[in-house]
């Protein structure tokens, strides 16, 4: 064999090694390749509730990652396409038309909190999408949208359910409580949380002493709480967003409310940030969670998850550690995706069909909706706060600070009643 | 539900809630009050001062007030070089009305979104030890979160009262709130002399971003909750009156906290606001404002 031939047969048989490994490597580079699947969405990035919406915003990235890395949905990439509503829900109707107009997505899912999904549903309803909802309350009331499916495990009759825990756990101590103060905020949420608190204490047979909403922008909240003590309660339920909780708790600490169970659906009290800085004024506080690091809720992946959050949120000025909303903004995008992986399609009917009867596995446990989209049973926890030292932040990250109480399922202690300050 | 105790309690929080807002509003009785400019971005400047203070008592344990007192000449240099900016695109051309509300809307937003880019928009809360705590006086509780703002705010207001009322400069920013052209006529410098209220003006909100810290949290875009309220005050004291708006920040204040106490906290805003548009009615020129 000449030399020229030799030379010939090495080289092209380089050219098929290095095509083989060219091929081999193409294979998830092609899927990668492919039209990725788009899933548009707005958040409040800025604004009042751009706190959950960042945080909410990087647990959905985390996912995204996470799926990507194991080769996309369908073979293909997923891609984001999401716009800042500022926390006004007058924008999100034109951006959710920009998603499905401009954009072409392929899926949606909502932004973050009641006021912000409900002017979503038109548009979304309009095109028969099915519409993974994050943290809304009760929205499907009004809409009763079959395709609408709701994370936040309010359970089938959200208004009412929301609070029934606080409620029912209530009435098991012993003297019966008999009268109730109710106090919300002038904003959508916290009147749905106080219209369902006022149905409950009505069921319950509970005596109302006190029902009165005030102005979100209220500064000094001690006239109000002494105003609440002068009805002397049992019972004081509160429905307040984060500036409200923290302005509530300090007026009861300071003016030193005497009552046997305070607390019920104030948002902020989850929030690593404000439970570090309200520290012991918290202790005795019985207040709505979804998730906290007690043993009885350690679902398959949610440590993992929370570990590359608290990665991920490093000096983003979030929630650092990530306990309330950011495992339900994961969880929200996995059902969609289990979904999509099981119909192999996008058809929005065989998907909402797929949605409404299986039961799924997430980091915040097993999922199953009821008709209406919202969780087929409720899991609101009731939790209270448990001897929180001043100061400290990493105590939230660990067992014992939020001991849940309600529901039976997943208690981890029981009540301290009644509380005193 | 009516009880002597409610009524001494409700009377007391809200006098140290107008307080407080005396605190918010003064700097705008100079900028809106007696230079007539518009500066809608006066609550943005509040929350940036409340993020300095919330950074230094972090990182340094400093009192969120001592914090206030030794930004605010920062703040006053900073409010001297806007209205510097505002001067040279707006006031001298006459273009102020429209195009300088649209001036500081701008501001006010920057200030907002370089709060969002660089600390984010989680709460921001402060650590002090009178947080939480209480002086019983009677039947009267006064929390020291609420009465430390007042002390601060009253001595705010006293301290630029007498500046205004007893020094050259200061009677020089009520000469050309009166009357530009003359105050120039007797060789003074408007414009500086604009230029030095709008940095005191400016200078005190470093100290009210403190004292609202100090009553709760703080996040990038609250500020706007306060614009309506302080706007609301500086006309109803009478459109740069210093006394006159101390005594409608504590009339809005008393009535806010009246009403929260014995008719419902949603009427507040409604009963405040009443009270501005039956005192405009009897005295349009607001409760100190010159006739």
Redesign the interface.
């Known amino acids: 064999m000449s030399d020229t031939i030799k030379w010939m047969l090495h080289f092209a048989g380089r050219v098929l090694g290095a095509l083989t490994i060219a091929l081999a490597l193409a294979g998830p580079a092609a899927a990668q390749e492919k039209k990725p699947i788009k899933i548009g969405f707005s958040m409040a990035l800025t604004g009042g509730l751009a706190g959950a919406g960042k945080a909410a915003l990087i647990a959905m990235e985390i996912w995204r990652d996470d799926v990507n890395k194991k080769g996309g949905l369908l073979g293909r990439p997923v891609e984001f396409v999401y716009y800042d509503d500022a926390t006004q829900p007058a924008k999100v109707p034109g951006i959710y038309s920009k998603l499905l107009d401009v954009d072409k997505v392929d899926l949606v899912v909502s932004s973050y909190g009641t006021n912000e999904i409900a002017p979503a549903m038109p548009i979304v309803m309009r095109k028969k999408l099915v519409f993974p909802s994050l943290f809304g309350l009760a929205v499907n009331d009004e809409f009763n949208y079959d395709r609408y499916f709701q994370i936040m495990p309010a359970g089938p009759r959200p208004k009412t359910d929301w609070s029934r825990g606080f409620f029912e756990l209530a009435l098991a101590q012993k003297p019966r409580p008999t009268t109730i103060a109710i106090v919300a905020a002038d904003a959508e949420f916290a009147l749905n949380a106080a219209a369902g608190a006022r149905e409950n204490a009505k069921k319950f047979g509970l005596k109302i002493v006190y029902d009165r909403t005030y102005p979100p922008a209220t500064t000094d909240f001690t006239p109000i709480v002494r105003a609440i003590q002068a009805t002397n309660p049992d019972i004081v339920y509160v429905g307040s967003y984060p500036p409200d909780s923290t302005g509530m708790v300090k007026a009861a600490n300071e003016v030193g409310l005497k009552t046997k169970l305070f607390g019920g659906g104030m948002v902020g009290l989850q929030f690593a940030a404000i439970q570090k800085n309200l520290g012991p004024m918290l202790n005795g506080i019985v207040n709505y969670d979804f998730w906290v690091p007690e043993p009885t809720l350690r679902f398959p992946g949610v440590e993992e998850f929370l570990a590359k959050y608290k990665e991920a949120a490093k000096d983003k000025g979030v929630d650092p550690l990530g306990h309330y909303l950011p495992p339900y903004a994961y969880a929200y995008l996995e059902v969609l995706a289990q979904s999509v992986e099981a119909v192999k399609s996008l058809d929005q009917a065989k998907l909402a069909a797929h949605m409404h009867k299986t039961t799924f596995d997430t980091v915040v446990g097993k999922v199953k909706f009821g008709k209406n989209g919202e969780w087929e049973r409720s899991r609101v926890l009731f939790v209270q706060f448990r001897d929180v030292k001043p100061d400290n932040l990493e105590q939230f990250a660990g067992p014992g600070k939020r001991v849940v109480l309600h529901p039976k399922e997943w208690k981890s202690g029981d009540i301290v009643y009644p509380y005193k300050k | 539900?009516f009880?002597f105790?409610?009524l001494a309690?409700?009377l007391v929080?809200?006098i140290?809630?107008g307080g407080?807002y005396a605190a918010v509003a003064i700097g705008l009785a100079i900028t809106f009050g007696q230079l007539d400019i518009v500066n809608i971005a006066h609550p943005a400047f509040v929350i940036a001062g409340s993020y300095i203070a919330w950074i230094l008592n972090s990182r340094l344990g400093l009192d969120p007030v001592l914090i206030g007192v030794l930004v605010a000449p920062v703040f006053f240099f900073v409010g001297a070089a806007i209205y510097r900016v505002y001067y040279a695109a707006f006031e001298r051309t006459g273009q102020e009305s429209l195009s300088g509300l649209a001036f500081f809307f701008g501001v006010m937003f920057i200030i907002?979104?370089a709060l969002?880019l660089v600390?984010?928009?989680?709460?921001?809360?402060?650590?002090t030890g009178y947080?939480?705590?209480?002086i019983e006086i009677g039947v009267v509780?006064i929390?020291l979160?609420?009465l430390v703002p007042f002390l601060v705010a009253s001595a705010l207001t006293a301290g630029i009262y007498l500046y205004l009322s007893r020094t050259f400069m200061g009677r020089a920013i009520l000469a050309v709130a009166q009357d530009r052209l003359a105050l120039q006529l007797m060789g003074a410098d408007p414009v500086r002399v604009k230029q030095f209220a709008f940095g005191l003006a400016i200078a005190t909100t470093a100290i009210a971003g403190a004292l609202l810290i100090i009553?709760?949290?703080v996040?990038?875009?609250?500020g706007r909750?306060?614009i309506g309220?302080v706007f609301a005050i500086v006309v109803l004291g009478g459109m740069g009156s210093i006394p006159g708006m101390f005594i409608a920040a504590m009339i809005l204040g008393v009535a806010?906290?009246?009403v929260?106490?014995?008719m419902?906290?949603?009427w507040?805003?409604a009963i405040a606001f009443g009270l501005l548009l039956l005192t405009l009615a009897v005295r349009p020129s607001g409760l100190f404002g010159r006739q």
């Not at chain 2, 600390?119 to 650590?127: F, H, I, M, S």
């Not at chain 2, 947080?131 to 209480?134: E, F, L, N, Q």
Request: no cysteine; charged share 15%; glycine share 14%.
């Open positions: 539900m009880s105790d409610l309690n409700g929080a809200g140290l809630l407080f907002e979104v969002i600390y984010g928009v989680d709460y921001r809360l402060v650590t947080i939480g705590a209480t509780g929390p979160r609420m009553i709760g949290p996040e990038p875009s609250v909750q306060y309220r806010e906290s009246l929260a106490s014995f419902g906290p949603s507040a805003p």
